[in-house]
T-cell receptor, first 113, second 112 residues
Framework: SQTIHQWPATLVQPVGSPLSLECTVE??????LYWYRQAAGRGLQLLFY??????ISSEVPQNLSASRPQDRQFILSSKKLLLSDSGFYLC????????????FGPGTRLTVL | GNSVTQMEGPVTLSEEAFLTINCTYT??????LFWYVQYPGEGLQLLLK?????DKGSNKGFEATYRKETTSFHLEKGSVQVSDSAVYFC???????????FGAGTRLTVKP
């Protein structure tokens, strides 16, 4: 069966510090991968998606970046965090292509102080 | 553009009450519609979906019917339980997951 992992589960970082959140998927190959942010009281905002190794598409301009160094690994990064980066970050995967169910990880709660 | 609007919460119900969470959509093309649920401290998981008009998605006692004439996909359950307490998200996609749009979420609390 497929599983998706995210870490860390919670993170408190000062403004201006770097960020690295990791997501890995097991039990599937060539998944589409997604990073979402869920701000308090708001829905999900798609930040990045990837259809393959090294292929990243950004949905919104921001000071975050994403990378996919391996088929089942997706990393969300920032060089300098802003207060507005606080939120709940969710990684998700789906089968390649088309419109299908997305499977979400447990999320990372990021607080920037 | 494509968008989803769902009723604002929070919604508080007593156990065994009837639940309706409204969801309406705007889309170009022919969208598929989804309800996802997020239990406390967890990520989202698919609750049900419908891919064409008049389809009814159902799971765990929840139902939603894809109504093209009213552009709606309301979530219903006849008798809620305490364990249904969660945040519910309506979502739509047209071509692929990259264009998925989620509603703001509705928090449901069921009291014993």
């Amino acid at each position: 069966s497929q599983t998706i992992h995210q870490w860390p589960a919670t993170l408190v970082q000062p403004v201006g510090s770097p960020l690295s959140l990791e997501c890995t998927v097991e039990g599937t190959s060539n998944p589409n991968l997604y990073w979402y942010r869920q701000a308090a009281g708001r829905g999900l905002q798609l930040l990045f998606y990837s259809v393959g190794i090294g292929q990243i598409s950004s949905e919104v301009p921001q000071n975050l970046s994403a990378s996919r160094p391996q088929d089942r690994q997706f990393i969300l990064s920032s060089k300098k965090l802003l207060l507005s980066d606080s939120g709940f970050y969710l990684c998700a995967w789906s089968v390649e292509g088309g419109l299908d169910t997305q499977y979400f990880g447990p999320g990372t709660r990021l607080t920037v102080l | 553009g494509n968008s989803v609007t769902q009723m604002e919460g929070p919604v508080t119900l007593s156990e065994e009450a009837f639940l309706t969470i409204n969801c309406t959509y705007t889309a170009t093309g022919y969208p598929s519609l989804f309800w996802y649920v997020q239990y406390p401290g967890e990520g989202l998981q698919l609750l049900l979906k419908a891919t064409k008009a008049d389809d009814k998605g159902s799971n765990k006692g929840f139902e939603a019917t894809y109504r093209k004439e009213t552009t709606s996909f309301h979530l219903e359950k006849g008798s809620v339980q305490v364990s249904d307490s969660a945040v519910y998200f309506c979502a739509l996609g047209v071509y692929n997951n990259n264009d998925m749009r989620f509603g703001a979420g509705t928090r449901l609390t069921v009291k014993p």
